[in-house]
């Protein structure tokens, strides 16, 4: 153990520990910016300077290990007033309009200027100076170099957490940068829309791009029949931006206020989710069947989901050669939108090119996947608008309902039914589990071997997750799989995905199926759900969406009562020829940059 | 403007070898060779590499001479630091636009020569001093880089 | 301080027989080699003036079986032109002084960073490295030497840019600790040292530090090669005893008409007449990486801190707030006061800024911007001004 002073006060902790962690676990709290629980360490924004009793300059609290006998100073003047001059640099080179601006209010430049150095600007203003670039070409995300502040981390996010380095630090000096490849357009590049980084900005630099007023222009417009479907996580997570601490769940109250809001009926990803199990399960039997009865050598094992967009488009960049090994499933998302307008509009009477389908998402990927020009199968845009979780919030707070007093409403239906087995699709490892509980039942007649169908092996926070079943005591039409051990691997986090993927490209690894999901955590993670992010709000959120399953009266997809009627009424079976029509897809070879 | 790369760069990776500190020699003798980095010789690298466009773009932009814009088969680079100011390098700056009928930045249209500025190259003693490719000239007058710059025309 | 008064010495490009000095290095311990630059009292040339024997010494004391030393050829402050001639004419001290540095700290590999600027001497520096690993290989010495190429970029020759650079990565100093002798290229423990402090340690190694330690004062041992350009008849490289004051200097490189002497480059001091005879050259007073630049009376002082400001707002690397945008707003700030556009009491808040850059910077070339805006506002007030 290390023992240090800092504001005169004792402290010991561990060797290797920063003077930035030591100071926290005595209540001291040093400012930061560039610093961020999930990522290595930077130390250039020099917001954290401290001083340091016998060096020459001022130390990075969070680059500074602790050493014996060491005496610190969090608050001296010396500090204060580079504190100050640092946040006034950083404003001077940082367009400040926070009264347009998405961030208002959740910026932590702002929080600094309004702790640290309010009043009249000190320096002169360089926004002027630089051609700043604003790039809107994405439909997930906006970058707006004039409000980066530089402290990389969204370079370290894309780097370190997700492996696909879209964006990097270029130039030097006074035209140092952000930069995609070449300074191109995010939309032309290798970037998967994840959101990770949007998640991680302290500024407005990275936001997603909101379709907010479309969404209300569409509910007010009285010709409009306009659905909402809610993804998984979201259920989980929206609390947050309205006042409730992680992990708590608002699913009623969040039902209600989008009745409040006035969509025309509230309904579910959870049912497509449920119907994407029977959908990818069978497929995923049907090649097992051709692989180990039909000895079909051009079978693709191992299958990979297809539900993460992010996961799609950096499979399409990075491992096109694997794209035959995806299943053909759309997304929930996507299945939804294209029964919207045939499914639905037809049971309801309603002319399709009325319906306008919207989606809540933590997801900043989906409203790319939603822009995809083959996602039309309805003959119409099968999802019209994607929102994010946050701009379910705003939109919440815009139509000034008091979240905290609402009623707990239910889904409509059709299509608003869901089990226990869908929610978990907001997990990582989640996916994996609804199809194992389905696919074991189907092939033994019996439940999966886990107490309270809990199939703990693919849960949890680890990058790669493995697990192996066994399958005994299989029913006659499946005896090809007696004694089979069904090996299934799980990633979250396209760092983890690569690893993955690397492994099973160079043929090391002997899997059936994988479930990938691009942000870390899962769903819960994703890049639209509330901001700041840490392991410990992710591991939150990810205990409620097993909450959530727990006590839901239906656990498994294939005992969805809308799952079952769809399929007699509209769907004949998975994968006939109309399922195929309106919820498989395919995928396409994309650049390297 | 552009080359055709066809196999150089796998064989610099196979001279250089494919770790990250390959990076900079690889870069430096495609440089050498052309003059600057064309965006297919980039994302070749990429691949070869294995690292992204963007991480080699990010690098190459960070160094001067590893420039990511369209260069002449001759890149004349004038040192505008404090004491080739002093000495003169107004003049010489002027004296080759005028010849080249380019301004600074600028590439001349037969794509022979670029004119661009540059920081302290160590000729200080010797000033005004410029660099054309690698090679320095020193103790430059209007008339000399005339000479200079005529020597590299054919 | 007693100076000594300037005096030409002749170290660096004395010719001698290195493979004499080599085999003689080469019987000689660790801990005596180490010993004999301890005693000599050198400290790095290249402007930093680090301890040499302190340096060696703690990088010997690592564990780890794998270590490096460097070679920092990458002169780019305004002013220094030293370290190319030196590795012009006296390249083989350089890998000399890297073999007896590995000796010293147990290392079996050198790697000599070389700026982009310098490319055109590769064929000559190659020609002697093969001879020079001939006659190494024939002492007994498992040492090697690779040169790694700059492409432009001052602030690679910060220490932990310079390995950021050789790694393959855009030249951003890191946070330390580590220091370099614990963490250095490629993360191992490194001794990069300048071009001409390795041939000063052949030459203690030759001469013996007792020798050495005749020459300079308590706090400047030895003699340094100087720069010298600007407002000079005799501008060009001299090697001079350490501990001479500016007016010695001035007496003898001035042009009659000397009003301010640069010492250290952009990065360093701006002496003005009225104080050249109580500055030092020497770490005592003004150190110095050997760049010395006279300006006379013609000159703006306003051109010369206007030249320095632009050269460092390009040369930032960019990473850390205080430099990347400090460098900035300096610039822009005596623009505009220039012009009128801020008042002069402008300058007051810019010299606060320049105090905190110098504390607050992430590492030496933002630290070091106050240096020169400091010195030529404060003595060249009106010069900014009007």
């Known amino acids: 153990m290390i023992n240090l002073k800092i504001n005169d006060q004792q402290v010991s902790v561990p060797e290797e520990t920063t003077v930035l962690a030591a100071a926290k676990q005595i209540g001291i709290n040093i400012p930061t910016l560039c610093n961020h629980a999930d990522l290595c360490v930077a130390g250039n924004c020099r917001v954290c300077l401290v001083e340091q009793k016998g060096a020459r300059t001022l130390v990075a609290a969070c680059a500074m290990p602790v050493s014996e006998g060491m005496e610190i100073q969090t608050n001296s003047l010396k500090v204060r007033n580079a504190r100050k001059h640092v946040i006034e640099l950083l404003l001077s080179e940082h367009k400040s309009d926070c009264t347009k601006c998405y961030k208002n209010q959740n910026c932590e430049l702002q929080a600094l200027a309004n702790e640290y150095s309010f009043g009249d600007h000190i320096f002169l203003d360089l926004t002027t100076d630089h051609q700043y670039k604003i790039d809107r070409s994405s439909p997930s995300f906006i970058k707006d170099d004039s409000k980066c502040i530089r402290c990389q981390r969204c370079v370290r996010t894309c780097a370190q957490l997700q492996h696909v380095s879209a964006i990097a630090v270029a130039n030097k000096g006074a035209h140092q940068k952000i930069s995609s490849f070449h300074d191109r357009m995010m939309s032309s590049v290798v970037c998967t829309n994840c959101g990770q980084c949007v998640n991680r900005c302290p500024t407005g630099a990275l936001v997603e791009k909101t379709y907010i007023d479309q969404v209300w222009d569409a509910i007010y417009d009285p010709n409009l029949h306009v659905v909402v479907q809610t993804a998984p996580a979201v259920r989980v997570a929206l609390g947050e931006d309205l006042g409730y601490d992680p992990g708590e769940r608002v699913t009623g109250k969040m039902v209600s206020a989008l009745k409040q809001i006035g969509f025309d009926s509230v309904l579910d990803t959870d049912f497509t989710a449920d119907l994407t199990i029977m959908e990818e399960g069978t497929e995923l039997l049907t090649r097992l069947k051709k692989a180990l009865v039909d000895g079909d050598k051009g079978v693709t094992l191992p299958m990979f989901t297809s539900c993460s967009p992010g996961w799609i488009k950096f499979i399409e960049h990075k491992y096109p050669q694997m794209l035959p090994n995806l299943s053909t499933c759309k997304s929930p998302q996507q299945m939804f939108g294209a029964l919207a307008k045939t499914f639905y509009a037809q049971k309801r009477n309603i002319d399709p090119s009325k319906v306008i389908s919207v989606s809540i998402m933590p997801c900043t990927a989906k409203k790319y996947e939603a822009d995809r020009p083959e996602m039309r199968s309805s003959g119409y845009k099968d999802v019209d608008y994607v929102l994010t979780t946050r701009e379910l919030a705003v939109m919440i707070k815009q139509a000034g309902i008091d979240f905290r007093t609402l009623n707990e409403a239910r889904y409509d239906s059709i299509m608003g039914d869901s089990t226990g087995a869908a929610v978990i699709f907001g997990a990582t490892g989640g996916v994996m589990e609804a199809a194992l509980r389905t696919a074991y039942e189907i092939v033994t007649g019996r439940e999966v071997p886990f107490k309270n169908l809990a199939i703990t092996p693919v849960r949890g926070m680890d990058g790669v997750k493995e697990a192996t079943v066994k399958i005994e005591g299989t029913t006659e039409d499946w005896n090809f799989l007696e004694g089979a051990e069904l090996k299934v691997a799980i990633a979250h986090g396209l760092v983890n995905a690569n690893k993955l993927m690397k492994a099973v490209s160079q043929g090391k690894a002997s899997y059936h199926f994988i479930e990938i999901m691009a942000c870390p955590g899962g769903c819960i993670g994703g890049g639209g759900q509330p901001i700041p992010t840490s392991m410990e709000i992710r591991k939150k959120r990810m205990a409620a969406i097993y909450s959530e399953d727990e006590h839901l009266p239906l656990r498994k997809s294939h005992e969805n009562p809308e799952v079952i009627s769809i399929y007699k009424e509209f769907l004949t079976a998975p994968n006939s020829h109309k399922s195929h029509e309106l919820l498989h897809t395919h995928y396409f070879e994309r650049e390297s940059y | ?154 | 301080m007693k100076n000594r008064g300037l005096t030409k010495v002749d170290l660096i490009f004395e010719t001698i027989d290195s493979g004499k000095v080599l085999s003689k290095a080469f019987r000689m311990s660790n801990e005596e080699i180490l010993k004999e630059i301890l005693d000599s009292g050198l400290r790095g040339r290249g402007g930093a003036g680090f301890p040499t024997g302190m340096k060696w010494k703690f990088t010997a004391a690592e564990k780890d079986p794998e270590k490096y030393i460097v070679c920092n050829a990458d002169e780019g402050e305004p002013g220094t032109f030293k370290d190319r001639e030196i590795l012009d004419r006296a390249a083989y001290k350089v890998y000399g002084g890297m073999a007896i540095a590995g000796k010293a700290i147990g290392s079996k590999k050198g790697y000599i960073y070389l700026r982009g600027e310098y490319r055109f001497l590769l064929p000559q520096l190659y020609m002697e490295l093969d001879k020079f690993h001939k006659l190494i290989k024939e002492i007994g010495y498992d040492f090697n030497i690779e040169y790694r190429m700059g492409s432009g970029a001052y602030i690679c020759g910060e220490e932990s840019a310079l390995f950021e650079s050789i790694e393959g990565f855009r030249g951003e100093p890191r946070n330390k600790p580590p220091y370099p002798t614990t963490s250095g290229v490629f993360n191992k423990p490194t001794s990069i040292n300048n071009v001409e402090t390795l041939v000063t340690a052949m030459m203690i190694i030759d001469k013996g530090a007792a020798e050495y330690i005749k020459l300079g004062t308590k706090d400047s041992r030895g003699s340094k090669v100087f720069s010298v350009s600007g407002d000079t008849p005799n501008p060009g490289i001299f090697e001079l005893e350490l501990g001479m004051t500016v007016k010695q200097f001035v007496d003898e490189f001035g042009d009659g008409d000397t009003k301010a002497v640069q010492v250290g480059g952009a990065s360093g001091f701006c002496v003005p007449r009225k104080k050249f005879e109580d500055t030092i050259i020497g770490f005592e007073g003004v150190p110095t990486g050997g760049s010395m630049k006279l300006f006379n009376s013609s000159r703006s002082m306003y051109n010369v801190l206007h030249n320095y400001l632009d050269f460092f707002t390009e040369e930032s690397c960019g990473q850390c707030t205080p430099c990347r945008v400090g460098c900035q707003q300096l610039l822009k700030g005596i623009e505009r006061v220039k012009k009128g556009e801020e008042k002069s009491l402008y300058l007051h808040e810019l010299l606060k800024l320049a105090d905190t850059m110098k504390i607050a910077s992430k590492c030496g070339l933002g630290q070091s911007v106050g240096n020169a805006f400091k010195s030529i506002v404060e003595n060249f007030r009106e010069e900014i001004i009007y």
């Open chain 2, 1 to 154: 403007m552009m080359y055709n790369t066809g196999n150089l760069v796998k064989e610099l990776a196979e001279r250089h070898g494919r770790k990250r500190d390959s990076l900079m020699p690889i870069l430096q003798e495609i440089v050498c060779k052309h003059n600057y980095l064309t965006d297919e010789v980039m994302v070749d690298v990429a691949k070869e590499l294995d690292i992204s466009a963007a991480e080699v773009y990010g690098t190459a932009s960070f160094y001067s001479f590893l420039d990511t814009q369209p260069r002449g088969r001759y890149v004349i680079r004038v040192c505008k630091t404090i004491t080739c100011s002093m000495k003169g390098k107004n003049d010489i700056i002027s004296t080759i636009e005028e010849i080249l009928k380019i301004k600074v930045g600028e590439t001349t249209p037969d794509n022979q020569f670029s004119l661009l500025e540059t920081n302290c190259i160590g000729w200080c003693h010797k000033a005004p001093a410029i660099l054309i490719n690698d090679m320095p000239y020193t103790e430059l007058t209007p008339e000399k880089v005339i000479d200079v710059i005529k020597g590299y025309m054919h």
